[in-house]
C-alpha cells in the first residue's frame, strides 16, 4: 500500500470523525437541558428547571413542562452572548471545511493538482480546527460558570448543575479539533514541506513529474560545460601532436644532414 492511498484513507477517517462532531455540535442548539436543577417542596411535587442559550423551561412531577425564550437580547450578559456567537462561528465554520476538503481530498479528484488539492484540505483542515476551538471555549467557558456558580458558598440565588447539551458540545468540539489538527498536518506537508526522499515519484503509479525549468537550466550549463572541456582536451591534444611531430622532423632533418 503506497503513500498516497494511506493518506486517502486518513482523509476519509478524519471527514467521517470531523462532520460527526459538527453533527453534535449542531444538535447542542435545540438541546434544552444545558444547566438543570430540582427543587422539591414540602408535598408531592418536584419542580425541575433547566434552560439552554435561548430560553428557560420548567416542568413539575407530572410531566408538563413550559419555556419561556429569553425576552430581551440586550439585557443579557455578555457572556452569553459571547458563548451564542462562538458556537454560531464554530458550525458556519465546520460546514465551509467539509466543502472544501470535500473538494481537496485525494479520492475525490474534484480539484487540480496535487498541490492544490493539498492547499484546499489544509484550509478546510484549519477551518475545523478554529471552529472546534470556539466551540470548546463556549462550551468550557459555560461549564465553569456553572460549576464555580455551584460552588460558591456566597452565591444566594437559585443553583444548576451542567446538562447533558454541555457534555455533547464537548464531544464533538473534540472531535473537530482532532480531525482538523489531523487534516493540516497532512495536508500542510504535502502542500508546503518538501517531499520526503523515501516517498520518492516511483510511489505514485499513474502520474507523471515532468522536470522543473530549473532543472532544465542545469542539465544545458551541464552540457555546455561538458563541451568546452571537450574542445580544450582535443585542443591540447591536437598540439602536442603537432609539437611531437615538428620534434620529428627537425630530428630527420639533422639526421639527413
Not at 39 to 47: D, E, R
Not at 197 to 217: H, I
Amino acid at each position: 500500500m503506497g503513500y498516497r492511498t494511506v493518506v486517502m484513507y486518513i482523509e476519509i477517517g478524519c471527514f467521517v470523525v470531523c462532520v460527526a462532531g459538527w453533527i453534535l455540535v449542531c444538535s447542542t442548539q435545540p438541546t434544552d437541558i444545558w444547566t438543570w436543577s430540582e427543587v422539591s417542596s414540602i408535598v408531592l411535587t418536584t419542580a425541575n428547571y433547566f434552560s439552554n442559550l435561548w430560553k428557560d423551561c420548567v416542568s413539575d412531577s407530572t410531566g408538563v413542562s413550559d419555556c419561556k425564550g429569553i425576552p430581551s437580547l440586550l439585557a443579557l450578559n455578555w457572556d452569553i452572548h459571547m458563548c451564542r456567537a462562538l458556537i454560531i462561528i464554530s458550525i458556519i465554520l465546520a460546514f465551509f471545511g467539509s466543502i472544501l476538503v470535500l473538494v481537496g481530498m485525494k479520492c475525490t479528484k474534484i480539484g487540480g493538482s496535487e498541490i492544490t488539492n493539498a492547499k484546499v484540505t489544509f484550509a478546510g483542515g484549519m477551518n475545523y480546527l478554529i471552529g472546534g476551538l470556539c466551540a470548546m471555549v463556549a462550551f468550557s467557558y459555560y461549564g465553569n460558570k456553572i460549576r464555580s456558580q455551584f460552588e460558591d458558598p456566597t452565591y444566594n440565588e437559585q443553583k444548576f448543575e451542567i446538562g447533558v447539551g454541555v457534555f455533547i458540545g464537548w464531544g464533538g468540539s473534540t472531535l473537530l479539533i482532532t480531525g482538523g489538527l489531523i487534516y493540516s498536518i497532512l495536508a500542510g506537508r504535502e502542500a508546503f514541506g518538501s517531499r520526503p526522499e523515501k516517498y520518492a515519484a516511483s510511489q505514485y503509479p499513474g502520474y507523471t513529474f515532468l522536470p522543473s525549468r530549473q532543472s532544465y537550466a542545469s542539465s544545458v550549463r551541464t552540457e555546455i560545460t561538458q563541451t568546452r572541456n571537450s574542445m580544450i582536451s582535443s585542443e591540447s591534444n591536437n598540439s602536442s601532436i603537432s609539437t611531437i611531430s615538428n620534434t620529428t622532423r627537425k630530428a630527420a632533418s639533422n639526421a639527413y644532414v
